[in-house]
């Protein structure tokens, strides 16, 4: 099963992940056209010219998606480990 590659996972391998989620939670800084510090401005272009209720309805979208995206990747992994 999926969860198991994890106990088969080297130590090397766990600290290559850890140093290279750290460094680029450390080197990566917003860009100066994201909508915030949280928004690193990756596709922002594409909200140029759209009025506030448009940028609005596209963010909502993004989060519904995101959570869904969320919803189904813990059932994938429930089903995986039970």
Same mark, same amino acid.
């Given at each position: 099963n999926g969860l198991g590659a994890l106990n088969t996972m080297p130590v090397e391998g766990w600290v290559q992940m850890v140093a290279f989620i750290g460094a680029? *939670?450390?080197l990566v800084k917003p860009r100066a056209n994201g909508m915030g510090a949280y928004d690193f401005g990756f596709g922002s272009?594409?909200?140029e010219g759209a009025?506030?209720? *448009?940028v609005q309805r596209r963010q909502t979208s993004e989060r519904n998606n995101g959570r869904l995206a969320m919803v189904a990747i813990l059932g994938m992994l429930w089903q995986d480990g039970t």
């Open positions: 680029h *939670e450390i272009e594409l909200l009025d506030e209720a *448009e």
